[in-house]
């Protein structure tokens, strides 16, 4: 909504007739919604002429703009979460009663993904439920755009499925490993593996990549899908973990802890990781709050999906 107000002192000086004249081609153009070329057949003026008018009226604060939107105090966090943190981009869903969270930050990622990605694009990607929910959603995108994705771990069975990509299909490159494996020697030598480390490689190609978070609490997604044990968990826990990400835990400051685990993860590194310009993590819940201020600290990701209410703590946990 805008309004005509009084002109305020901020360096322009307008005369009585200016006022009058910005202030009609205000009404007509913001409360009767003519358009620029219409106010101008009306008061007799160019159209030009109407555009610096309104110009000239929003600077000098004749006229001020007011969005009314439950997006607007969204709109705003992004903005605080993008300077507190460093950020290229941030994506807030506002907060809505009732509403399960998961699929409102699926939707949020998918389109920030579709605004991003050109045809022929390839997107690294991730594991989890805030991934999986985004690339259901996207399914249709990638053939239609000559989209190709790329898994950034192991772990086929984290993808075929959950993601919407039902067997085989030449648009999705897969590391054809579990995430995790029985020892340090198996990981090497599939880590070499051609048709791995190409997989690897390709990822690192990627212009984006999108993640998701990984909390410490026993019904995180690797206990699930069987990668870690509640009980070990739980010692990551104590040897100061609050997060993953690809399978690599991390402390409060984003730093990977020296874990026996991460020599049997057969993924894109951290390191690495960081090698791919926008990398999107996708994440909400107070669950997962102490997850992402450890990735956003580390620079694990750069670009910031979640909702309200965690965007909220995350400001007042920075």
Same mark, same amino acid.
């Given at each position: ?55 000239? &009226? ?62 022929? !694009? ?131 400051? &984003?730093?990977?802890? !020296?874990? !026996? ?9 951290? !390191? ?47």
């Amino acid at each position: 909504m805008s309004q005509v107000s009084t002109p305020q002192d901020n360096g322009f000086l307008l005369d009585a007739e200016e006022v009058e004249q910005i202030s009609r081609a205000a009404w007509h153009y913001y409360n009767d919604g003519l358009t620029q070329n219409q106010i101008a057949d009306l008061v007799g003026v160019s159209r030009i002429k109407v555009s610096r008018l309104l110009e000239k &009226g929003r600077q000098a604060g004749l006229i001020e703009l007011r969005i009314n939107s439950p997006h607007e105090g969204s709109l705003g966090l992004q903005e605080e979460l993008v300077s507190a943190f460093g950020l290229t981009q941030a994506r807030v869903v506002p907060q809505a009663e009732g509403l399960a969270a998961g699929p409102r930050i699926g939707r949020a990622a998918a389109s920030l993904l579709t605004q991003g990605l050109c045809p022929n !694009d390839l997107l690294a990607i991730g594991w989890g439920e805030a991934v999986s929910t985004t690339l259901r959603y996207m399914a249709p995108v990638f053939p239609q755009n000559n989209i190709s994705l790329v898994s950034l771990t192991g772990g086929v069975s984290a993808y075929i499925g959950n993601t919407g990509l039902y067997g085989p299909q030449g648009f999705a490159h897969l590391i054809p490993t579990p995430l995790r494996v029985s020892s340090t020697e198996l990981a090497e030598m599939l880590r070499l593996e051609p048709y791995v480390r190409n997989v690897l490689d390709m990822a690192l190609t990627a212009k984006t990549a999108l993640i998701g978070v990984g909390s410490v609490a026993r019904s995180a997604t690797l206990v699930r899908y069987g990668y870690c044990t509640g009980a070990e968990i739980e010692l990551f826990t104590r040897r100061g973990a609050v997060g993953d990400v690809l399978g690599y835990f991390y402390d409060r400051d &984003g730093q990977i802890l !020296d874990l !026996d685990v991460h020599r049997h993860v057969v993924a894109v590194t951290p !390191d690495d990781l960081r090698q791919i310009p926008s990398v999107i993590g996708a994440a909400a819940g107070p669950e997962k709050v102490e997850a992402i201020l450890g990735l956003l600290r580390g620079r694990l990701a750069n670009i910031l999906v979640t909702d309200e209410p965690t965007a909220r703590e995350l400001l007042r946990r920075k």
